[in-house]
DNA sequence: TAGGCCATCTGGTCCT
DNA sequence: AGGACCAGATGGCCTA
């Protein structure tokens, strides 16, 4: 059975219904430049090291031309300095355009990867938790879990004294949290789903 | 200090 | 050809 059919019985919802879709057409990528430092922290191009970065605003302008400037649909233009980019430039002969073609496709990877963790960030603020950041194995698990709850919730499975009947032993993930998981179910559930 | 988590690089594969 | 996606490798940061 594919996923396709096993949502297809559910309720028709409206835009209105998924205020996530309206967040996600924020322009949250925005148009940040960082710039790489000789002798970085351990992402060389990761804004939560911004301690490593300057803008590029103080960027020589010999260099502002070997800058790569990628588009990004609806969040304007994403301009990025690559000084791996550059030296790529600097390369000898056959050896220089494989060189920049691999160095885009890392920016194309990095971008993908924000975009990845925007999405991670975007579902991790709307799961119930404490204040402890889940990783991104625990903010999976907690959203199945979350997404069961409600719909069962929805279709008026849970009833209210019988609430985990069917999964004897589980509790409510709308509860404390904390990460590792447990089955439950056939379901692997961090163990902040079960209350001991 | 070991282990978990994470960001990035890289090469391969698939798709347009 | 070039971009998207994926998985393995690598190395840094953080915490128990």
Known sequence: MTAKT??????????????????????????????KSPGGGQSPYSPRDTGHYAHSGSMDLSLEKLMS????ADSGVRIEMDLDAVQA??????????????????????????????????LRSVIPSN???LSKYDTLQMAQIYIQELS?????VVKPEGRGGSRSGCTSPLGSFSPEPRECGGVFFPSSHFID
Do not use: C
């Open 69 to 72: 400037v990628s588009k990004l």
């Open 6 to 35: 096993e949502l297809s019985s559910w309720p028709d919802f409206s835009a209105e219904d998924f205020p996530l879709l309206e967040q996600s057409k924020l322009g949250h990528l925005g148009s940040r430049t960082w710039v």
């Open 89 to 122: 430039d600097q390369g000898e002969g056959g050896n220089r355009k494989q060189k920049r073609r691999r160095v885009a496709a890392n920016a194309r990877e990095r971008r993908r990867m924000h975009g990845l963790n925007k999405a991670f960030d975007t």
């Open 152 to 156: 069962e919730l929805l279709i008026g």
């Open 131 to 133: 204040n402890n950041k």
